[in-house]
């Protein structure tokens, strides 16, 4: 199965703020990242797709790059309902992977 | 609006058996894979199966082959997951989620609320 390593682990920030969290995988591919955000007690939600195509709805702050193995999302400036945990999937093979999730927390 | 409701979560002994459902409405159920996703107390999540809009085809995470199966009923708008053998390590909130894309199988977008299995004796 493809590794999917999440960095930072946690992060703190402040409002405004521009952040980025990596995600490494242990082979390969093309564009099939994905990236969700999820709050205490709630269902994950889908930000980007195919690496770099935002989700309906998503605020333009978020945006994502990459391909191969190495793989960002960006938060150009953290507003205080961004404060969540983010999630990269990787959808290139079966079985898919997640990361091991980034904690964004305020500064 | 997508709505995906998951439901069948409780507590259950080792060894014993559970039946997830997830009831989907507001798109069209039979054009897309459906998928189970779970995430442990306090953990990540853990991608656990995926099943094709047709149900032709089914893929699993390793650590549930051979002990979890994921079905459909299109006349039903409903998903199931059917957990044998289960042991602590699945004791987890379950979630259902629709593929992204039609008749084809890529991520999920659109996420049940979750429902939590508890295997302990």
């Known amino acids: 199965a493809i590794q999917m390593t999440q960095s930072p682990s946690s992060l703190s920030a402040s409002v405004g703020d521009r952040v980025t969290i990596t995600c490494r995988a242990s082979?390969?591919?093309?564009?099939?990242l994905n990236w969700f955000q999820q709050k205490p007690g709630k269902a994950p939600k889908l930000l980007i797709y195919a690496a770099s195509t935002l989700q309906k709805g998503v605020p333009s702050r978020f945006s994502g790059s990459g391909s191969g193995t190495d793989f960002t999302l960006t938060i150009s400036s953290l507003q205080p309902e961004d404060f969540a945990t983010y999630y990269c999937l990787q959808d290139y093979t079966y079985p898919y992977t997640f990361g091991q999730g980034t904690k964004l927390e305020i500064k | 609006q997508v709505q995906l409701v998951d439901s069948g979560g409780g507590v259950v002994q080792p060894g014993r058996s559970r039946r997830l459902s997830c009831a989907a409405s507001g798109f069209t159920f039979s054009s897309h894979g459906m998928h189970w996703v779970r995430q442990a107390p306090g953990k990540g999540l853990e991608w656990v199966a995926v099943?094709?809009?047709?149900?032709?085809?089914?893929y699993y995470a390793d650590s549930v082959k051979g002990r979890f199966t994921i079905s459909r009923d299109n006349s039903k708008n409903t998903l199931y997951l059917q957990m044998n053998s289960l042991r602590p390590e699945d004791t987890a909130v379950y979630y259902c989620?629709?593929?992204?894309?039609?008749?084809?199988?890529?991520?999920?977008?659109?996420w049940g609320q979750g429902t939590l299995v508890t295997v302990s004796s």
């Open positions: 099943i094709s809009y047709d149900g032709s085809a089914e």
């Open positions: 082979q390969g591919f093309r564009d099939d």
């Open positions: 989620a629709k593929d992204r894309s039609l008749k084809g199988l890529g991520e999920p977008d659109y």
